[in-house]
């Protein structure tokens, strides 16, 4: 089975477990060496079948262009597939269920590099320690680079994340540089 086959089955088998969920798939190049994973689509991000939308999106989309990336030749998927509620956080339980199809879609994929955004994001890829922890820093992850950040929307509740999280991409911007080259 090609990645392709291997990642439409998966989303199959997504689809056929949580029937009753409206759900976001990953989006982008399925050969990427960047992989982003973001913590859970809302209901516009899902309606418009584009993860990582809004003010937040176009953060996102800075920093891939200034790494010389676009959204067509990276992968952006998210730790929980199903869509939230305003102020709903996915439960344990549900980040758990959707871990395993996040491993998976890794495996698919096989990326070099995992920029997890938000502590949801870390759950989902079954990283214990916390956010505040691993924020910032390059580290092994398998075969793989993992890198963590705050999730963009963060800086609507408190606007100092925001330095954070551009400190962060401009590091995770000369990471990439040279280990991609």
Same mark, same amino acid.
């Given at each position: 089975m090609d990645k392709n086959q291997q990642w439409q089955? +998966?989303?199959?088998?997504?689809? @056929?477990?949580?029937? /009753?969920?409206? +759900?976001?798939?990953?989006?982008? @190049?399925?050969?990427? /060496?960047?992989? +982003?994973?973001?913590?859970y689509p809302n209901s516009e991000e899902a309606k418009k079948n584009k993860p990582l939308m809004g003010s937040h999106g176009k953060a996102i989309d800075?920093?891939?262009?200034?790494?010389g990336f676009t959204r067509r030749n990276v992968y952006i998927t998210n730790a929980v597939k199903a869509v939230k509620g305003k102020n709903e956080l996915p439960d344990p339980k549900e980040i758990k269920q959707f871990?395993?199809?996040?491993?998976?879609?890794?495996?698919?994929?096989?990326?070099?590099v995992i920029i997890a955004l938000g502590g949801i994001s870390l759950r989902?890829?079954?990283?214990?320690?916390?956010?505040?922890?691993?924020?910032?820093?390059?580290?092994?992850?398998?075969?793989?680079?993992?890198?963590?950040?705050?999730?963009?929307s963060e800086t609507t509740k408190n606007p100092k994340l925001q330095e954070e999280i551009d400190k962060d991409l401009n590091k995770l911007q000369t990471e990439i540089k040279n280990h991609l080259a």
């Open positions: 089955s +998966l989303n199959k088998r997504l689809t @056929s477990k949580f029937r /009753a969920k409206t +759900l976001l798939f990953g989006k982008g @190049s399925l050969n990427s /060496a960047v992989m +982003l994973v973001s913590e800075r920093f891939l262009k200034n790494t871990s395993q199809f996040l491993r998976e879609e890794i495996k698919i994929i096989e990326p070099k989902g890829l079954n990283v214990k320690l916390p956010l505040f922890n691993i924020r910032g820093r390059i580290i092994r992850f398998g075969t793989e680079t993992l890198f963590a950040t705050h999730h963009p």
